[in-house]
């Protein structure tokens, strides 16, 4: 589990990240020979406290969910 440990540092998500891993954001994507920071599947609940994250990023996801 993931949390937000220094105050001063803002959380950045970048969901579905597959290959395309960003320097700064915790990378999150269900396959793991991707090797996310985090692998997780995006339809279940994530790791995160409510109002802790402060950015999200995704590209080509969305048409990837509820399939």
Same mark, same amino acid.
Request: proline fraction near 4%.
């Given at each position: ?9 803002? &959380?950045?998500? *970048? $969901? ?15 396959? %793991? /020979?991707?090797?996310?920071? &985090?692998?997780? *599947? $995006? ?15 995704? %590209? /080509? ?7």
């Amino acid at each position: 589990m993931v949390k937000k440990n220094l105050k001063d540092r803002a &959380i950045k998500l *970048n $969901l579905g990240c597959g290959y395309n891993k960003l320097e700064g954001y915790i990378n999150v994507d269900r396959d %793991i /020979h991707c090797a996310p920071d &985090i692998v997780a *599947n $995006l339809e279940e609940p994530l790791p995160f406290d409510d109002n802790s994250v402060d950015e999200i990023t995704m %590209i /080509h996801v969305l048409e990837h969910l509820g399939q």
